[in-house]
């Protein structure tokens, strides 16, 4: 997420989609070896990975109970400054 997004949208596009807290669902892109990043961002959550057929990329699932808009943007907002981190 290294453009900028519209925060203000995304947190009405959230708090549209039900009600909190709810279990979302995280889903990053990230060069292999970065996984270890994204895991410290959800320490007390399981992680699925799923290399990418060359190698190169790791992609990454985790769901986790979250309690407000603000608390997924957070995180989001976190995994920018990741080097090479792609947010699905």
Not at 48 to 68: A, C, H, N, R
């Amino acid at each position: 997420m290294k453009n900028q997004f519209d925060k203000k949208a995304f947190k009405e596009k959230l708090e549209a989609n039900g009600q909190f807290p709810m279990l979302y669902m995280f889903k990053f892109i990230v060069p292999n070896g970065s996984e270890i990043a994204i895991g410290a961002l959800f320490p007390k959550n399981e992680m699925s990975l799923k290399p990418s057929s060359g190698g190169k990329y790791v992609s990454t699932t985790i769901q986790v109970m979250m309690d407000s808009a603000d608390q997924i943007i957070d995180i989001y907002e976190k995994a920018s400054s990741i080097e090479g981190v792609i947010s699905l």
